[in-house]
Each structure stands twice: as C-alpha cells, then as structure tokens.
C-alpha cells in the first residue's frame, strides 16, 4: 500500500513481524505509527496530529502524558518496579486496594489485582463458579449473560459475548456455552426474564452484565431501574450477580461507577482500563465479604487458585494511586457532565441524516447509530475521519465518541463537526 510519508525505521523493521488485534491482516491499511501523546492529542510520524475521540479503547481518561501521573510512575520505578504479590506485599497495591473498597459501591470489600480487563473477568467467573462448589452445590456452575455483550477476549470472557453477532462466534464451539438472555426494556420482559431464571438457577452461579452501556456490543444503553430490577431477580433466584465495569467504571457513564446509578452493590465487580488512568496494564476483581467468605476454611482446596505473576505490578498500583489522585483533586465528574451536555447538543443534527438511525448520549459517551451498514463503509469511515484530523474508530454500525475526560469544549467540538461532516460527505 503507498504511504504518504517516509515510514520511520522501527515501522519498516517490524511491520512483517506484527500481527495486529482485530484485523484481517491480508486486507487491513497499515496502522499509524504515533510518536507522541499529550491531552488528548497524537502526533503521527510524519508530523500531523490527530484528537483522539475514544482515548485509546477508552482507558485514558486524564489524556495522554499527564503530568501527575508520568511523575508518580517514574517516581515507583525509583525504588521497586515490580516484585511478587505471592508471601511478599508493597505499599501501593494495599493503598489502592483500601482506596478502591471505600469509594466502590459500599460492602465490596476485598480486592484481587490482575492485568487486564479480561482476566478480571475470568477471576470474577472463578470466584462465582468456586462460591458455589465450595458452598456443597457444585452444579451451579453456568453463567447467565446478554445479547450484544462482551466481557473479553479470554475463553471464559468469549462465552459470555453474544454468541451470534459476537466478535467471537467462530470459536462458539471452543467455549463453555451459557445462557444468553436479552436485556429487558419493559415490565413484561422483565417477567420474561423472571421465567428463564427461575428454570435454570439450580445450574447458574452468576449472572455477568455490563451496567448501564454494553460497549464494545453495540453501545446499547439500558436504565439504572431496569439495572436494579436484574439485580434483584438475582437476589431472588440466589445468583450472583457480577458488574462488569471495565469500560463504564471510573466516571464514563456519568457517575464513578454505573452500579451507583442504580444503587446496587454487585456481589462481584470487575474493574480495569481507566484504573490506571490508561497508562500501564491493571485490573482488579471486587467482592463482597460473602463471596470471600466461602472461600475460607484449613484447606487449600477451597481456595482462589488463580495468580498471574504480574499481578497487582507497582508500577502500575502506583499509576491507578496516581489516577485515583486526579479523581479526587481535579473535577472529573462535573467535566463529564460537561461532556454528556455538549455531546447531546452538538450530535442532535446527526439525527437528521438519512443514514442515522438512532443517536444517544450517556455521561462521557456519545453513539450515532447507522442503518445497515457495510464493513467496508466503517473502514472507509474510519479513514475520512483520518482525513479530518480526529481518531474515532466506528465498528459494527455505531459511530462513537469516547474521549478523555479532560477535553476541552473546542477539541470535542472537532470531534462531533468531524462526524457529522463525514456522514454528510
Ligand atoms: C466490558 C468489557 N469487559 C472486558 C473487557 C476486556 O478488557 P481487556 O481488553 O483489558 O482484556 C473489555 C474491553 O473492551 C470490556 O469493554
């Protein structure tokens, strides 16, 4: 493919070699190679700088390079860049740990450190699948999730993602198959639901839902009640009830966690990306005292046999510290709300366009909803954005604006012109 730059070496050296996530390497234009980041700014090697709408996967919530956090990580990396979290312990993993318990949804109380995203959520299948047999009742062991959600990319995450639209349905047969619900929108699917969990408890350990906004599914919305209502189905039905919070946790949606909204406490909740402010790999999996409870006894087969070695990292405990500083000390929730009001606004023309089916906004997150659309149409998007100046990267039929929560009200303003610039082009 002809390039409009002079590729920088390490491009030329290493592009053979890479293979790329999500992508059909034979066909795929070449990604951009980035040299610096700062705000929500890159800058490509040939010089032009992008704004980037959707914060790298929606993990850099305080931008690119903040100062706060780059000085707090270099300062880690000083005295002990990483040590095991087996039979030894480190100030920042217990900090954070004592920070995250006081501002999750209250009764969450004990915190496992792992790497990603998709490992906490495994983490979080474990604890609920463990819950169960060491509580003497085995067979509740299968899990409850929706269509159009997505927990991850490992194969316990895989069998929870929409098994017919999913980005992994070629391996449907590879992963434990589940009970796939849709999310309900009114009093009589909720009563549907109901049914369905009524029949299958006995075998069921946990039901697993992205609160509020299934991500990477569509970005579909749903409201805090109908939220609270699935909660409480699982309290009836004695399921456990996990929130996968990896995308809306940390102030997306509007509040510091989607289970807020709707005043729940999950009995598990998986947390990741915006942990550390984006900058370093973290994750981490709540639970309450019950949860932990059942794992306690004199023998070691009751307990939680999961440890990845990098596990609650330095570095990157002391980068989510660091984050958690600028939640505190700078008004993250209010430059949100911000957002959410600008986003509304300036989308409404959207509405308008003959290919736009639906647009929506919910705290830092703005979807505008194309009718039947093909994959090569979103890649040809995804390059006119490009064009534009702005790094948005719709998928299946949304077009979405994530950003950091630090935009200014001018840089969101590319954005949003950008898109409905391109979809009136
Ligand atoms: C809701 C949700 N769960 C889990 C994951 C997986 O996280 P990671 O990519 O860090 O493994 C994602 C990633 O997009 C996500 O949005």
Not at 103 to 121: E, H, I, K, Y
Not at 193 to 198: D, E, I, N, V
Not at 339 to 353: A, F
Request: glycine share 8%; proline share 5%; aromatic share 8%.
């Amino acid at each position: 493919m002809s390039k409009p730059y002079p590729p920088p070496e390490w491009e030329t050296a290493g592009f053979n070699h890479i293979w790329l996530p999500y992508t059909q390497m034979q066909t795929a234009p070449l990604p951009l190679p980035v040299i610096s980041g700062s705000g929500v700014r890159l800058t490509l090697a040939d010089g032009r700088e992008l704004i980037d709408g959707i914060a790298s996967w929606w993990c850099a919530c305080h931008g690119y390079q903040h100062p706060h956090l780059t000085k707090q990580i270099a300062k880690q990396l000083e005295t002990l860049a990483h040590v095991m979290f087996a039979g030894l312990a480190h100030e920042q993993a217990y900090t954070l740990a004592h920070r995250l318990v006081s501002m999750a949804p209250q009764g969450l109380n004990r915190v496992f450190f792992s790497d990603s995203g998709s490992t906490a959520v495994e983490v979080g299948m474990k604890m609920a699948a463990q819950f169960w047999a060491n509580r003497q009742e085995p067979d509740k062991r299968k899990f409850i999730c929706f269509r159009n959600g997505y927990h991850g990319d490992t194969m316990g995450g895989m069998s929870l993602a929409d098994p017919e639209t999913g980005m992994h349905r070629t391996l449907n047969r590879y992963t434990p198959e589940q009970h796939v619900f849709d999310i309900p929108n009114n009093r009589a699917d909720l009563t549907a639901l109901a049914a369905s969990l009524k029949k299958v408890r006995e075998t069921v350990a946990g039901l697993v839902i992205e609160p509020l906004v299934q991500a990477a599914g569509g970005m579909k919305f749903h409201s805090p009640e109908m939220l609270a209502e699935i909660y409480q189905l699982c309290k009836e039905h004695r399921i456990l009830f996990i929130a996968d919070e990896i995308a809306t946790g940390f102030g997306r949606t509007g509040s510091m966690f989607a289970c807020d909204e709707a005043g729940i406490t999950p009995d598990v909740m998986c947390l990741g990306k915006a942990l550390t402010g984006g900058m370093v790999g973290l994750a981490a999996t709540l639970a309450t005292e019950e949860v932990f409870e059942a794992f306690l006894s004199d023998r070691l087969e009751t307990a939680l046999m999961h440890g990845p070695t990098f596990m609650a990292n330095p570095i990157a405990c002391a980068a989510a510290n660091a984050s958690l500083d600028l939640f505190e000390g700078e008004p993250r929730i209010a430059q949100i709300q911000g957002i959410e009001t600008q986003l509304r606004e300036e989308l409404k023309p959207c509405h308008k366009l003959e290919d736009v089916i639906d647009v929506r906004v919910k705290g830092a997150i703005g979807v505008v909803q194309l009718s039947d659309v093909s994959g090569e149409y979103i890649l040809e998007l995804r390059q006119r954005f490009i064009g534009e100046g702005v790094w948005l990267r719709p998928f299946s039929d949304v077009i979405y604006i994530m950003p950091a929560f630090t935009i200014s009200s001018a840089e969101l303003t590319r954005l949003t012109d950008a898109v409905f610039k391109v979809l009136t082009a």
